[in-house]
């Protein structure tokens, strides 16, 4: 089996559905609510809310490429 990062197009990823692999704080189900793009429209960050405390994060979208944090869908 491949070890490769999953691919994704991060312009397709607004409202996307996420599970936290090591849930901290009962957030295991995060939706994706916001993209924040540069003057070119290229996506840099991601907007992550929490379902269950409505918390929001932002970090970089290929950090969603690491299955060992985070898992595709909501599990």
Not at 51 to 69: E, G, P
């Amino acid at each position: 089996m491949s070890t490769t990062p999953r691919r994704l197009n991060p312009r397709k990823l607004l409202l996307s559905k996420w599970t936290a692999a090591q849930p901290q704080n009962r957030e295991k189900h995060f939706l994706v609510t916001q993209l924040f793009c540069d003057e070119d429209g290229t996506v840099l960050e991601i907007e992550l809310q929490a379902v269950f405390s409505q918390r929001n994060q932002r970090l970089d979208w290929r950090a969603l490429q690491d299955s060992s944090r985070w898992r595709m869908g909501w599990q």
